[in-house]
């Protein structure tokens, strides 16, 4: 079956989070740069990083350079595009206009990697997961478990988890969603 719809994770996939996790920094007290290396040692053990202070909301400046690209370049050639996340729902205005969907884990109750989570983001296309493409940095949130639904998955080697981890067998590695246009 053909691809139809590409479906991106948020967090380091469209958005670089590096204002959210400095502002959180800011309101626990800790500087920036030691909280920063807190969470990259607890990435790089494959813990969540907890986070006392709940984060800001996106903005479309916390966008990556190639992510509207990306987006609107799919949409022109008739590609269903989505945005769906382990997020709170007040994250799913920003990035709204220039998809055709959002799927939010605060929103639908159920988080990544749950299948729950997978399966409702084919239901937002309106497709069978063999269509659907689901762009993501995580190999343990986004990757892994696209593949076991039946999704094509691509792995952006960018943010902390994008550069950790080692894309599986069947997922395609890319280091700009550029590259998903071209």
């Given at each position: 079956m053909a691809v139809r719809a590409v479906?991106?994770?948020v967090g380091e996939t469209l958005v670089?989070?590096?204002?959210?996790?400095?502002?959180?920094?800011?309101?626990?007290?800790?500087?920036?740069?030691?909280?920063?290396?807190?969470?990259?040692?607890?990435?790089?053990?494959?813990?969540?990083?907890?986070?006392?202070?709940?984060?800001?909301?996106?903005?479309?400046?916390?966008l990556y350079p190639d992510a509207l690209?990306?987006?609107?370049?799919?949409?022109?050639?008739?590609?269903?595009?989505?945005?769906?996340?382990?997020?709170?729902?007040?994250?799913?205005?920003?990035?709204?206009?220039?998809?055709?969907?959002?799927?939010?884990?605060?929103?639908?109750?159920?988080?990544?990697?749950?299948?729950?989570?997978?399966?409702?983001?084919?239901?937002?296309?309106?497709?069978?997961?063999?269509?659907?493409?689901?762009?993501?940095?995580?190999?343990?949130?986004?990757?892994?478990?696209?593949?076991?639904?039946?999704?094509?998955?691509?792995?952006?080697?960018?943010?902390?988890?994008?550069?950790?981890?080692?894309?599986?067998?069947?997922?395609?590695?890319?280091?700009?969603?550029?590259?998903?246009?071209?």
């Amino acid at each position: 079956m053909a691809v139809r719809a590409v479906v991106f994770d948020v967090g380091e996939t469209l958005v670089d989070e590096t204002r959210q996790w400095q502002e959180v920094a800011d309101a626990e007290g800790v500087p920036r740069f030691t909280y920063l290396a807190l969470a990259g040692a607890a990435i790089a053990r494959g813990e969540q990083p907890v986070r006392k202070h709940r984060a800001p909301p996106f903005t479309e400046a916390d966008l990556y350079p190639d992510a509207l690209p990306c987006l609107h370049a799919l949409r022109a050639r008739g590609t269903t595009v989505g945005a769906a996340g382990n997020m709170a729902r007040g994250n799913e205005g920003f990035i709204a206009p220039h998809v055709d969907f959002v799927v939010s884990s605060d929103r639908l109750g159920v988080a990544k990697p749950a299948p729950a989570f997978f399966e409702s983001i084919c239901e937002a296309a309106g497709l069978q997961p063999a269509a659907v493409t689901y762009v993501g940095d995580r190999v343990d949130n986004d990757v892994a478990p696209a593949l076991a639904f039946g999704m094509e998955a691509v792995h952006i080697r960018r943010g902390p988890w994008g550069h950790l981890h080692e894309a599986p067998a069947g997922a395609r590695v890319i280091d700009s969603l550029l590259e998903l246009v071209e």
